[in-house]
């Protein structure tokens, strides 16, 4: 068994290209209606909300909160110092948690929170 999980969104192309190009994920399936996305064991799913056939708990747009993500990084320093060459906005400047995260936060094209995290402790 694995979890994975999936987002269901009108933003499929700028989905992609947000953890495609800050991550380096790997594209797995794309179409007009569902992109599906791999980071190391981890699959990803963007889903084109209203879909005929689709289940109705599947129909309706996330809202852009209430969930988060998290990216797991050997080095979160250098992860930040990429990602903000890039120019992509920071929400969360990085730091050290009492519970033994280093991190900073980021938002997708979604709206939902992207935590890049490493563990220190």
Not at 19 to 25: E, H, K, Q, S
Not at 52 to 71: C, E, R, S
């Amino acid at each position: 068994m694995k979890f994975w999980t999936g987002v269901i969104t009108d933003k499929l192309a700028e989905s992609k290209s947000f953890y495609v190009n800050l991550f380096g994920c790997e594209v797995l399936f794309e179409e007009d209606w569902f992109v599906l996305l791999k980071l190391g064991p981890s699959e990803l799913g963007f889903l084109r909300p209203d879909m005929d056939g689709q289940h109705p708990l599947f129909q309706k747009a996330n809202p852009g909160y209430g969930m988060w993500i998290t990216v797991e990084v050997e080095d979160a320093a250098a992860e930040y110092d990429r990602i903000r060459k890039l120019g992509q906005p920071i929400e969360q400047e990085l730091r050290d948690e009492a519970w033994g995260d280093r991190h900073f936060v980021l938002k997708d094209p979604n709206g939902i929170g992207v935590d890049v995290v490493q563990r220190i402790a």
